[in-house]
């Protein structure tokens, strides 16, 4: 299973961009990467999900480069609300094996 | 409504007091986890099935037990919950292995 890596904690200020980026160097061709954010005290909530290049959906951007050892999670025009840790996984989609890692996550603090 | 709940939402026991914690979804989705959540250690999967039937242990499986009788439920099962098992547990289901993820709201364990 692929390890991932991510910055234990980022500070914006509202209307920034965010980027955060996820290390995954021994991601498997099969693997796909997914981002889920938490609140406190709250189950994770997906966020957005790759397999490479780019993918968009009306709260986030996901970019992965060509050799997939990394992704970033771009989050525009941040907001007070979205304080709250996000998680980097990586793993196979619908193939045999069900064990999945999730990272420490990143905490982001968007201050106003 | 789609959505995983979990039962109780709280629970306060002893050390040795068998308890279960239930699990269910409305989705028909193949397949279900459950994770553990500590301050510092992020999300730490237990258990998971990937269908009726088949399950199997996740990174920190010691101390649980799980079944998966139903496609529906997946309960998680402490037979003798010790101090150490007192933590925030979350169940998940999603399409199959890989794909996008719904979370319960949180069990908060306690075991004195």
């Known amino acids: 299973l692929a390890k991932t890596t991510q910055p234990i904690s980022m500070d914006s200020y509202e209307g920034q961009e965010v980027n955060i980026t996820c290390s995954h160097n021994?991601?498997?061709?099969?693997?796909?990467i997914t981002w889920y954010q938490q609140f406190p005290s709250q189950g994770p909530r997906f966020i957005i999900q790759?397999?490479?290049t780019k993918v968009t959906n009306e709260v986030a951007s996901l970019f992965i480069p060509a050799d997939r050892k990394s992704s970033t999670l771009s989050l525009p025009r941040v907001s007070l609300s979205d304080t709250a840790v996000y998680y980097c996984?990586?793993?196979?989609?619908?193939?045999?094996?069900?064990?999945?890692?999730f990272g420490q996550g990143t905490e982001l603090s968007v201050k106003p | 409504e789609a959505q995983v709940t979990q039962n109780p939402r709280y629970l306060i026991t002893v050390t040795g007091k068998k308890l279960t914690v239930t699990c269910s979804q409305n989705?028909?989705?193949?397949?279900m986890s459950w994770y553990r959540q500590d301050p510092g250690l992020g999300l730490r999967q237990i258990y998971y099935?990937?269908?009726?039937?088949?399950?199997d242990k996740g990174d920190v499986p010691e101390g649980y037990k799980v079944s998966r009788k139903e496609k529906r439920n997946f309960p998680l099962i402490l037979e003798s919950p010790s101090p150490n098992q007192t933590s925030l547990y979350f169940c998940?289901?999603?399409?199959?292995?890989?794909?996008?993820?719904?979370f319960g709201p949180g069990t908060r364990l306690t075991v004195t």
């Open positions: 998940a289901s999603s399409y199959r292995q890989g794909y996008e993820q719904y």
């Open positions: 021994n991601i498997a061709t099969n693997d796909y």
């Open positions: 790759g397999y490479k």
């Open positions: 996984l990586v793993g196979d989609r619908g193939g045999q094996g069900g064990k999945l890692i």
């Open positions: 989705m028909n989705h193949e397949y």
């Open positions: 099935s990937m269908n009726v039937e088949v399950t």
